[in-house]
C-alpha cells in the first residue's frame, strides 16, 4: 500500500503521514492485503478522495466501516460498485432522498456521482478484512480520518457535516457550528431508521444551505 492519495489532500494532509501512527498504520494495512483478503480493493482505499478534491468538498457524510461481503465496498461510504445490489442502509437513505425531493430510487448504489459534485463520502475506518466487521479499527484510521475532518472544518467555510447515529455525532462534536451546517439524526440502518432518519429531510436542507452561501447544489 503505497500512499497515494489525491494531490490537493496530499498537500492538506502531508503532515499527518510524518506521523508515528500513520506509518504504523500503513505497515499494518500492507501486511493484512499480503496475508487476508481485505476490502475495498487496495486501489480504491483512497477513492473518497480523488474523486472529491480537498477544494471541491460541499458535504461531508461519515460512516463508520467499509462494507465487508464481496465486491461491495469501493471507498466510498455508504457506496457499493455498480453490479452489487444495493444495501439496506443505502436503500433507505434513497427512499428519504424519495421522501425529501421526489427523486426516483436509482438502480445503482454507486455513489461516485455525488462525490465528484462535492460530496466527501468518508469512513471512519478505510479498510476491513473480509467477512469480520470492524477488525481493521483502532488500528490508526480513526485518527486519521478525524484529522481529515479537522481540516475540513479548519480550513474551510460553509461546508454541510451529515452526522447519521450516535458513532458519526460523536466523531464529528468538534465540528464549528458557527461556520459550518452540521445536521443530526438517526442512522439510516434498518434498525434505527424509524428513529429519526426517515423525515430528516437533510438533503433538501443540504441544498437549501448551499444555495444561500452561493454555492452549487447537489443533484441527489
Same mark, same amino acid.
Given at each position: 500500500?503505497?500512499?497515494?492519495?489525491e494531490e490537493s489532500w496530499q498537500n492538506v494532509l502531508q503532515d499527518e503521514f510524518e506521523k508515528p501512527y500513520f506509518k504504523n498504520l500503513v505497515s499494518f494495512v500492507k501486511d493484512e492485503y499480503t496475508t487476508q483478503k481485505v476490502y475495498p480493493p487496495g486501489s480504491q482505499i483512497f477513492s473518497a478522495f480523488e474523486f472529491c478534491p480537498f477544494?471541491?468538498?460541499?458535504?461531508?457524510?461519515?460512516? %463508520?466501516?467499509p462494507y465487508h461481503g464481496p465486491k461491495q465496498a469501493n471507498g466510498l461510504a455508504f457506496s457499493v460498485s455498480d453490479e452489487v445490489r444495493?444495501?439496506?442502509s443505502l436503500l433507505n437513505i434513497f427512499k428519504e432522498i424519495k421522501t425529501d425531493l421526489g427523486k426516483d430510487?436509482?438502480?445503482t448504489g454507486n455513489l461516485e456521482r455525488w462525490a465528484k459534485q462535492g460530496v466527501l463520502l468518508l469512513n471512519a475506518t478505510l479498510t476491513v478484512r473480509a467477512g469480520d466487521a470492524?477488525?481493521?479499527q483502532k488500528k490508526g484510521w480513526e485518527e486519521f480520518t478525524d484529522a481529515v475532518v479537522k481540516k475540513v472544518n479548519d480550513e474551510k467555510e460553509n461546508v454541510v457535516f451529515m452526522l447519521w447515529g450516535a458513532y458519526a %455525532?460523536?466523531?464529528g462534536a468538534f465540528i464549528d457550528e458557527r461556520k459550518h451546517l452540521v445536521l443530526k439524526a438517526a442512522h439510516p440502518s434498518p434498525f434505527a431508521a424509524d428513529r429519526g432518519f426517515f423525515g430528516s429531510r437533510h438533503f433538501s436542507k443540504a441544498n437549501e444551505y448551499l444555495e444561500t452561501h452561493g454555492k452549487t447544489t447537489i443533484a441527489w
Open positions: 500500500m503505497n500512499v497515494k492519495i477544494n471541491n468538498v460541499e458535504v461531508v457524510i461519515l460512516g %463508520q466501516d444495493t444495501p439496506p430510487i436509482p438502480a470492524g477488525s481493521h %455525532q460523536k466523531k
